[in-house]
């Protein structure tokens, strides 16, 4: 992943603006009337927190799960076991569909 670091741009007889600057110097941001700043933290792992930290404070517990919305699932277990229909009801054979096997004439 490319770094890239900010830096403020104060060209002569213009305002102040903060641009993106290049990779050969340490990551810092230079704020207009404030200075440089240098970046310390793992932006990663910061920004990972951050959405931990508003997930946690925006789910609502006491909300039930709405199963159209992918919430969650549970399976459903017969208890008296799979074996509900007869033997072979409803299954086809070779017979059924005429595919009967033919053997290829002699040459």
């Known amino acids: 992943m490319p ?6 741009k104060h060209p002569k007889g213009k305002p102040a603006a903060i ?8 990551r810092s941001v230079t704020m207009p009337g404030i200075g440089q700043i240098t970046v310390h933290d793992d932006t990663r792992l910061n920004a990972a927190t ?3 930290r508003w997930g946690q404070t ?5 909300r039930p799960p709405d199963p ?3 919430g969650r699932a549970t399976k459903a277990r017969r208890q008296d076991g799979s074996d509900q229909h ?3 009801a409803g299954e086809t054979s070779l017979d059924d569909a005429g ?8 040459a």
């Open 99 to 106: 595919t009967d096997v033919h053997t290829a004439p002699a």
């Open 19 to 26: 641009r993106v600057g290049d990779n050969d110097r340490p």
């Open 58 to 62: 925006h789910h609502d517990h006491h």
């Open 50 to 52: 951050n959405l931990a």
């Open 86 to 88: 007869p033997t072979s």
């Open 3 to 8: 770094s890239f670091r900010l830096r403020n």
């Open 68 to 70: 159209q919305a992918g």
